[in-house]
């Protein structure tokens, strides 16, 4: 292949390194309002009144909203959220009323003005209290919610959806077991941290069309759920996405769009604007829901895993109309990427008063493999065995079945964990730097699918230019990932153009088609498989007119650098640049007129799985695996960890730009390091006690260890040239990996993340007093 | 932000006049990398604004045979890299730089560090170990502030109305030091506990900071250390010396067993002569 | 509140402008000279989104107020190219597919290029050290200390060290 498979330079270079890519936050438009949001201080609260008058008074301020002009509740998958408050806060940070002025500062002062009377609620900041049969309701109304048939809420309780996977029997596995045991996990709340935080304009005409900029991974997700809020019709509600500063899953769904927009329409045509603060960030975009898990583990003594049995307990926070989804991901996928004849899994999504939990990258996969892996691990040595024996005794291979007794086909998942072993020297026995110091390597695994509806779509257009180049229009958002830059090499390659000669554009709902949402790691799957279709049609067009213009079969042509060329005659040759109007005669009269290629994709025979065992044999579109390995020391004074060295290898299925896919893994290991090592919501009664970088930490440069990445390439048929997604899988495997690697160095187990000095300290004394 | 007036005065008694007629609206600006982001905050809100960095005679580092003279306009990066005070006092050096990150530095200063009067100021241990010493000029005339009699308590310092501090005033010392900072993070952290142990002619002195409301000396364990007494009774001392409390970063348990492994190592490192004198 | 004139020299040109003294340098560049390349991550020196170079060194624009710009020489992501050539850097981070989303690009090219005005040869750990005043979620850091490293190493030819 020409382009596909080459390190092709990112095509929005030249515009992000000179600083000149207009993100949301640099709109600057005339007569723009600003916008500035009050906050429930509580985090259960009645709203008894709110009086703006005082607000209204102050000079610059245009208009006051509150929950009460717009009291639709609206979600993705479960409806149970206002975009303001509609008779009580649920979390600490709601939106309660927003101010629009013609400064940020006056809306600024004019939020403190605003007066607003709670009555205090008890409230419920523990998920496993929550589902206790006397706990406070967050939504007492949860029955009267409409949801997706796929979910399975509890009205009366505040369970907003119950996940269970029954496969085999598992009470007659642990029977058969030689050992069983049972192992629980903590992982808290985190944050996705883009450095872009959270920003929207809206603007509506005289005749009602609304018009919203934001920076978001998905615009028609977006405009279909705006849609349905303020009941306008699709075709008067534009989305644009015009540069998005990293997602993380942060900017899937919508979040600060519904707060603007009816002040956008009360404004009389002006524009309204607003931005998060970074401390906003935490509080009031999602969040990384919170995982109580228990895991219980029937192995027999060769090492062969029979049952598996998990609870997972879900903290979704104030609202879960996307979290439900994830707790189901999580379900699906409780058994790891192994082969597991019985499996048993209570999956919940709880509500409580905590800032709302949303899709994070791994979309709960991080999560449950942080009990998956360790607890593989213990299972390991309790019986005698290596992690990387059971691994390979219980690990998937192509001819097994997953959890909800899927065939498995394709699976790289053995020569990954190869691979890491290999690069991480995991046999080899390494000295530590100090005396106080002690060495440790160790390693994980993971898999995620596409956690997604199962008919979710993508499509592509293709425009060819009379000069040979072309313009492709798709709605994958690039976020960072790449996609404008995968998409135009899928492209470029099919119609055998350079890169430099197509342009890409993306996120407008107006001119750009239909992409169900860009998360779930489908971008590089399923937008580009439809712009492989969009481009295979643009070039079948083509063919069309050349056979005639050439006098040769179709069948004998190909696309060979900006031409169509006969495979047999090579010297009968047409450049794309004279048929790309149409096909024109020598007595100049013309047929066809200009290609335009057409791509859609729907990944092929998803199908529900049972809803009563959650057995499917083919409930996602893929499984990504692979592995990563760590190589940390652990300071036995201070507690400290520094990971000297990780690596990692997915199969990926066909790699379209190694450099770039290699920056997926690199970034995921970063963030998955500040998981183990740093990141946590610390939340006490509803409230963040680090919303800033002053105590919410991610990693800086100087704590990136030695990374070394890997592929493989078994191919997913229905990718485009084979590609799968890979850019949430790469996280998964690190924070258990990091945290076998400490048990390694100091035989200390963690079970809650973050794995601070504090803790390892903490648990290596509890050790030691133990001894 | 909310409104307020800036000044740039060009001396300290034109600075010291609009402190005095602000009165507690008046507000001095070194570096600033505290000051704006408290007003972003709402934290302080300052009627007046005073910047001190039109005030030529404070931007220096000034040096003579006996000390070393640090103005108060003068960044982080520029003690930390000033060719005595890396001879002289490498730890204070090290203590500046470990302040931030880059950006940061080449803004706050190390007077501004101090007049904070942050628990945890990187730069106040090993100054409180050198016995530096303020000058300061206020409506009254100038006067001399000892650092172990500045600091009050949080965000408290000794200082009367309408003073400014110039600049803070070291001797060099013959002897060894070290500084260290632990933080969750190794770099553009806060410290969850920060140690200046420096062995001088006349004996040891330590300091720590983030482990009471203000940085802290610790007299006896001094006095222990000059006897020469056992290394775990010198441990418990300086447990006693200090009153740490839990927050975000670090429990007050976890704070004082990081003060025991500071002090050991650093003991160690300045008798294996790690430490430059 | 009264306001201020503010001169000095913006990406080689001399300015003279009025404003409220309430505001940072970076609200200034980016609302009043529409230079929206350094950008506001967190607005309280924590993340170097906003870097800029004044009188030599990277600061944090949100960490100054626009008045503190009296006199000053500003250099920001605007000024790094002349609109036909990349700076070597710009290149260096295209070269080594240093970016990602792209929102801490222009401040983490900002600190780089001050640091290798200061030093046109640092070392890898010096580089790492260098640059974690910019906080990037994408990269892994990785490529961003290659990129920089290339220049480097450029600079270590051209000026016949080793």
């Known amino acids: ?771 | 932000m909310r409104p307020f007036e800036y000044f740039r005065p060009s001396s300290l008694k034109e600075a010291s006049e609009l402190l005095v007629r602000y009165g507690d609206g008046g507000h001095l600006l070194n570096g600033g990398t505290d000051l704006i982001v408290r007003m972003r905050d709402g934290l302080t809100l300052p009627s007046a604004v005073i910047d001190l960095k039109g005030i030529e005679q404070l931007s220096r580092i000034r040096e003579d045979e006996e000390s070393v003279y640090i103005g108060a306009t003068v960044n982080l990066n520029q003690v930390g890299r000033h060719e005595t005070i890396g001879k002289s006092f490498p730890y204070l050096a090290e203590a500046a730089l470990s302040v931030g990150s880059k950006q940061v530095r080449n803004r706050a200063t190390c007077i501004g560090n101090l007049c904070n009067a942050s628990p945890l100021a990187d730069t106040a241990t090993p100054l409180m170990a050198l016995d530096a010493v303020l000058e300061v000029f206020g409506p009254e005339g100038e006067r001399e502030i000892p650092i172990r009699d500045f600091f009050v308590f949080v965000r408290k310092t000794s200082l009367k109305p309408g003073e400014i501090v110039k600049g803070v005033r070291v001797t060099k010392t013959a002897g060894q030091g070290v500084f260290t900072k632990l933080a969750r993070r190794k770099e553009v952290d806060l410290s969850m506990v920060c140690m200046t142990l420096l062995k001088a002619e006349d004996g040891w002195r330590l300091s720590y900071g983030a482990v009471a409301p203000t940085p802290v000396r610790l007299p006896k364990t001094e006095a222990l250390l000059n006897q020469g007494a056992a290394l775990e009774e010198v441990l418990s001392c300086a447990v006693s010396e200090v009153k740490p409390i839990d927050d975000v970063r670090a429990s007050r348990e976890y704070r004082l067993e990081m003060v025991k492994v500071m002090l050991k190592r650093g003991l160690e490192q300045i008798e294996k002569g790690g430490a430059v004198s | 509140m009264s306001k201020l004139t503010v001169s000095f020299i913006l990406n080689g040109e001399e300015v003279e402008h009025e404003t409220l003294p309430n505001r940072t340098l970076l609200k200034m560049l980016r609302e009043d000279f529409d230079m929206t390349g350094a950008k506001e991550g967190c607005g309280a020196g924590e993340c170097g989104a906003c870097t800029v170079i004044m009188n030599g060194q990277a600061v944090n624009a949100c960490l100054v107020l626009a008045p503190e710009a009296e006199g000053s020489i500003i250099e920001t992501i605007e000024g790094l190219s002349d609109g036909t050539h990349l700076d070597p850097l710009q290149q260096a981070f295209i070269d080594n597919a240093a970016l990602q989303c792209g929102y801490c690009t222009p401040g983490m090219i900002m600190t780089a290029k001050a640091l290798l005005d200061e030093n046109p040869t640092p070392t890898y750990e010096e580089i790492k050290e260098g640059i974690s005043g910019n906080l990037c979620r994408c990269t892994g850091y990785k490529k961003i200390v290659q990129a920089i490293q290339s220049v480097a190493d450029q600079n270590r030819v051209g000026h016949g060290n080793d």
Not at chain 1, 233 to 251: D, H, I, Q, T
Not at chain 1, 305 to 327: H, K, L, M, P, R
Not at chain 1, 437 to 445: M, N, Y
């Open chain 1, 1 to 771: 292949m020409k382009f596909v498979g080459k390190s092709i330079k990112r095509v929005d270079g030249v515009k992000k390194v000179t600083g000149s890519l207009k993100y949301v936050d640099d709109m600057k438009m005339p007569r723009m309002l600003y916008v500035a949001v009050k906050r429930s201080p509580h985090p259960h609260a009645k709203i008894l009144s709110i009086d703006p008058s005082e607000a209204l008074r102050l000079k610059g301020v245009k208009d006051v909203i509150t929950g009460e002009f717009y009291t639709k509740r609206g979600g993705l998958y479960l409806e149970d959220k206002n975009f303001l408050a509609v008779g009580k806060a649920r979390y600490r940070g709601e939106a309660v009323a927003a101010v629009a002025a013609e400064s940020e500062d006056i809306a600024q002062a004019a939020v403190e003005l605003i007066k607003v009377e709670y009555e205090v609620l008890p409230a419920v900041t523990n998920a496993v209290e929550a589902m206790a049969p006397n706990a406070p309701l967050v939504h007492p109304d949860l029955g009267d919610y409409k949801v997706a048939p796929v979910f399975f809420p509890e009205p009366g309780t505040n369970i907003s959806n119950h996940y269970k996977l029954r496969k085999g029997d598992v009470e007659k596995g642990f029977a058969e077991a030689d050992f069983v045991f049972e192992n629980k996990f903590y992982v808290p709340h985190v944050q996705h941290v883009p450095i872009e935080t959270h920003t929207a304009v809206a603007q509506m005409d005289a005749d009602g069309y609304l018009t919203v900029w934001a920076s978001c991974q998905s615009p028609y997700a977006v405009r279909q759920a705006l849609s349905a809020a303020f009941d306008i019709p699709l075709n008067k509600l534009r989305v644009m996405s015009p540069a998005v500063g990293g997602g993380f899953g942060s900017k899937a769904g919508t979040t600060l769009e519904g707060i603007i927009i009816p002040l956008a329409m009360r404004s009389n045509g002006r524009p309204v604007k607003l931005t998060y603060s970074r401390e906003d960030e935490f509080e009031n975009a999602y969040v990384r829901q919170g995982l109580h898990a228990t895991i219980k583990t029937g192995v027999r003594k060769d090492g062969k895993i029979v049952a598996v049995q998990n609870e997972f307990i879900w903290d979704g926070g104030a609202y879960t109309e996307y979290g439900v989804n994830i707790v189901k991901a999580a379900g699906y996928a409780s058994a790891g990427p192994y082969d597991i004849d019985n499996v048993h899994t209570d999956s919940y999504c709880v509500y409580t008063n905590h800032p709302v939990g949303g899709p994070y990258r791994g979309f709960g996969m991080s999560e449950i493999h942080f009990g998956i892996e360790q607890n593989l691990d213990i299972v390991a040595e309790q019986i005698g065995i290596s992690p990387v024996e059971i691994r390979r005794i219980n690990g998937l291979k192509p001819g097994g079945r997953t959890g909800t007794g899927e065939l498995v086909e394709v699976c790289g998942l053995m020569e990954c964990l190869d691979n890491v072993i290999r690069d991480i020297e995991l046999d080899k026995e390494e000295p530590a730097s100090g005396p106080n110091k002690r060495r440790g390597k160790a390693i994980a695994c993971g898999w995620k699918a596409p956690s997604m509806p199962n008919n979710a779509a993508s499509s592509a257009v293709i425009k060819l230019n009379e000069d040979g180049t072309a313009h492709l229009l798709v709605s994958a958002q690039d976020i960072g990932q790449g996609s404008d830059t995968v998409m135009t090499q899928i492209a470029a390659e099919v119609l055998s153009i350079s890169p430099e000669k197509i342009t890409v554009r993306t996120g407008d709902t107006d001119h750009t088609p239909y992409e169900w949402q860009t998360v779930a790691s489908r971008i590089t799957y399923s937008a580009g498989r439809a712009v492989y279709e969009a481009a295979q049609d643009a070039k079948a067009q083509l063919f069309e007119l050349a056979q005639i213009k050439l006098g040769v079969y179709k069948r004998d042509l190909e696309m060979r650098d900006g031409f169509i060329v006969s495979q047999i005659y090579p010297d009968r040759k047409v450049a794309i640049s004279e048929l790309a109007l149409g096909l024109t005669f020598e007595d100049g009269s013309g047929v066809h007129g200009p290609i335009i290629g057409r791509g859609s994709f729907i990944p092929p025979n998803i199908r529900n799985a049972d809803k009563k065992t959650g057995l499917g044999d083919h409930p996602v579109a893929f499984w990504t695996y692979g592995a990563q390995g760590v190589d940390l020391e652990v300071d036995v004074e201070t507690g400290h960890i520094k990971v000297l060295k990780v690596a990692s290898c997915f199969d990926v299925g066909q790699v379209v730009n190694p450099q770039m896919l290699e920056g997926q893994l690199e970034g995921a290991i970063l963030q998955g390091m500040g998981t183990a090592l740093f990141e946590e919501l610390m939340l006490k009664d509803g409230k963040i006690l680090n919303k800033s970088f002053v105590d919410y930490k991610i990693p800086t440069s100087d704590d990136m260890p030695e990374l070394v990445v890997s592929f493989v390439e078994n191919p997913e048929e229905s990718g485009p040239y084979g590609a799968r997604g890979v850019a949430e899988p790469a996280m998964v495997p690190t924070a258990p990996a990091i945290a076998n690697a400490v048990y390694k160095a100091v035989g200390i187990r963690l079970s809650t993340m973050p794995l601070t000095p504090e803790k390892v300290l903490a648990a290596m004394k509890a050790k030691g007093q133990t001894k």
